[in-house]
T-cell receptor, first 113, second 114 residues
Framework: AQSVTQLDSHVSVSEGTPVLLRCNYS??????LFWYVQHPNKGLQLLLK??????LVKGINGFEAEFKKSETSFHLTKPSAHMSDAAEYFC???????????FGTGTRLLVSP | NAGVTQTPKFRILKIGQSMTLQCTQD?????MYWYRQDPGMGLKLIYY???????DKGEVPNGYNVSRSTTEDFPLRLELAAPSQTSVYFC?????????????FGPGTRLLVL
């Protein structure tokens, strides 16, 4: 069975500093990996996805993630945090077949002025 | 396109009551999903559908039922509401292109069972 572990439940950064949200996965297949963002009282929005093409994936709002098979990691980064980035971020792995998604427990990003 | 829409946005139920959470998508997606999100947790799959007339159980199906009579609609039914079903419910839809798929989520329905 596939699984995903988000290593930090909370990450706090100052505005203008880099963001790193860590994610490790376990998969028996060639996985598809996603990062979704959830702003307070909102639905989930797709930030980016990896589907076995380029290992460095660029997403919306300046986010990117790098797929590292040797480390089974898919960490999310952004060079400079903005106040509007404060939200919950979910790392997600697909579970083959019908692509049923397996979610991590989420990382809450806090951005201070 | 409106994308994935869900109604209602919020509902309070008494124990033992029933209700239907509505989900509609206008993207002509074949695949549709229902998830629940408990506080501090990721989403867990309740039921999914790969097309009209076809549904299957996910990870946490107990206490729920679904139907898929059209491509657009995928309602979730709670027959006898229990406090354990207090959660936020998300509907999603997706298409597949080769072996690639992306799920698009609705805004969620917040359900409180008292």
């Amino acid at each position: 069975a596939q699984s995903v572990t988000q290593l930090d439940s909370h990450v706090s950064v100052s505005e203008g500093t880099p963001v790193l949200l860590r994610c490790n996965y376990s998969s028996s297949y060639s996985p598809s990996l996603f990062w979704y963002v959830q702003h307070p009282n909102k639905g989930l929005q797709l930030l980016l996805k990896y589907t076995s093409a380029a290992t460095l994936v660029k997403g919306i709002n300046g986010f990117e993630a790098e797929f590292k098979k040797s480390e089974t990691s898919f960490h999310l980064t952004k060079p400079s945090a903005h106040m509007s980035d404060a939200a919950e971020y979910f790392c997600v792995v697909s579970e083959g077949g019908f692509q049923k998604l397996v979610f991590g427990t989420g990382t809450r990003l806090l951005v201070s002025p | 396109n409106a994308g994935v829409t869900q109604t209602p946005k919020f509902r309070i139920l008494k124990i033992g009551q029933s209700m239907t959470l509505q989900c509609t998508q206008d993207m002509n997606h074949n695949y549709m999903y229902w998830y629940r999100q408990d506080p501090g947790m990721g989403l867990k799959l309740i039921y999914y559908s790969v097309g009209a007339g076809i549904t299957d159980k996910g990870e946490v199906p107990n206490g729920y039922n679904v139907s898929r009579s059209t491509t657009e609609d995928f309602p979730l039914r709670l027959e006898l509401a229990a406090p354990s079903q207090t959660s936020v419910y998300f509907c999603a839809s997706s298409y597949r292109r080769g072996d690639q798929e992306t799920q698009y989520f609705g805004p969620g329905t917040r359900l409180l069972v008292l």
